[in-house]
C-alpha cells in the first residue's frame, strides 16, 4: 500500500514547497476521533480528491484545512500565511421565495460590497459578470437564486468563492445535486479553472466516475488514509476494501476497477 506520509511530490514539483501539509493529524469531538494519524502533502497544481464512506472524515477533513476544526493533535502547516482558499459547501439551504438574484447574492461574497436587494454598483457588477462569464454562466446573473436548478446553483457557489480570488478550491461533494449531464459540466469546468487560473482544487466526492476522470490524485480516506495516489492505482480492489469493507463489489461503482 502506498502510505500518504510517504508519497513523493509529483515530479513537475518537485523543486517547489507544497501549499500546505498536515502532520500526523487528528481531529476529535468529544470522546470519538473523526480523523487520526493524517500525513499529507497538497502541492501547487494539485487536482486532488478525497475518497471514502460515509464517516470516513472527508468533510471534516476541508473544514480542518480552512480552520474551522482545531486539531486535537499534530498540525497543518501553510507555507506561506496569506494563501487565499476558496470554499463551496456540500448544500446552501435557501428559500425558493427568497426574492434575492445571483447576481446580488454574488455581490454579497465581494469584501467592498455595498449590494442588497434591487441594484449592485457597477464596480461590483463587473466582478460578478467576470466570474459567471468564467463559468459560462453570465445568463443567470438576473435569476432568481431559489429557482435555480442544481448545476445552475453549483455553478454559482463555485462563481462565488472565485470572487475571493482563492490559489486553492475547496469543494464538498460538488455532484451531490446534479445529474449526469451536470456532472460531465461541472469536470469539464473545474478542468478549465485548473488549466486556465493555475488552481489547486481538493474535492470530496462519493462519485467515483467523476473522480476518476477529473483527480491527478486521490486519497482514499477512512478516519486516517488507507492510500495516496495516481487515480488509476487508487481506484483498486485493494485500497477500496480497505476503506469500504472487504465485501466491496467494484460493478457497485459503475466501471472497471483495476486489480493491483
Known amino acids: 500500500m502506498i502510505s500518504a506520509s510517504c508519497l513523493p511530490a509529483p515530479s513537475v514539483f518537485s523543486c517547489r514547497a507544497p501549499l500546505l501539509r498536515m502532520e500526523n493529524l487528528g481531529v ?4 470519538q476521533w473523526a480523523l487520526r494519524g493524517v500525513d499529507l502533502h497538497i502541492w501547487p497544481g494539485d487536482l486532488l480528491a478525497f475518497i471514502g464512506p460515509n464517516g470516513a472524515g472527508k468533510t471534516t477533513l476541508l473544514r480542518a ?3 474551522l476544526v482545531p486539531p486535537a493533535e499534530g498540525r497543518i502547516v501553510q507555507h506561506r500565511p496569506d494563501l487565499r ?5 456540500q448544500r446552501l439551504s435557501l428559500d425558493a421565495a427568497f426574492p434575492l438574484t445571483v447576481e446580488e447574492f454574488l455581490a454579497l461574497n465581494l469584501r467592498d460590497s455595498s449590494a442588497w436587494f434591487g441594484g449592485v454598483p457597477g464596480k461590483q457588477r463587473r466582478a460578478v459578470r467576470e466570474a459567471l462569464e468564467t ?3 453570465a445568463h443567470l446573473a438576473r435569476k432568481q437564486l431559489g429557482l435555480l436548478s442544481g448545476g445552475q446553483f453549483q455553478r454559482v457557489l463555485i462563481a462565488a468563492a472565485l470572487l475571493r480570488d482563492p490559489e486553492m478550491l475547496l469543494l464538498d461533494e460538488p455532484s451531490a445535486s446534479i445529474d449526469r449531464r451536470g ?3 461541472l469536470q469539464t469546468f473545474l478542468q478549465d479553472l485548473h488549466q486556465t487560473l493555475g488552481l489547486t482544487i481538493v474535492f470530496v466526492s462519493h462519485d467515483l466516475h467523476l473522480v476518476h476522470h477529473l483527480a491527478d490524485r486521490v486519497g482514499c480516506l477512512n478516519q486516517s488514509f488507507c492510500g495516496v495516489g495516481p487515480p488509476q ?3 483498486s480492489e485493494p485500497f477500496l476494501a480497505a476503506a469500504y469493507g472487504a465485501a466491496l463489489a467494484p460493478r457497485r ?3 472497471p476497477l483495476a486489480r493491483s
Open 28 to 31: 476529535r469531538f468529544g470522546p
Open 65 to 67: 484545512i480552512l480552520g
Open 85 to 89: 482558499i476558496g470554499y463551496v459547501p
Open 135 to 137: 463559468l459560462q454562466a
Open 183 to 185: 456532472t460531465e459540466e
Open 233 to 235: 492505482e487508487i481506484l
Open 253 to 255: 461503482f459503475g466501471f
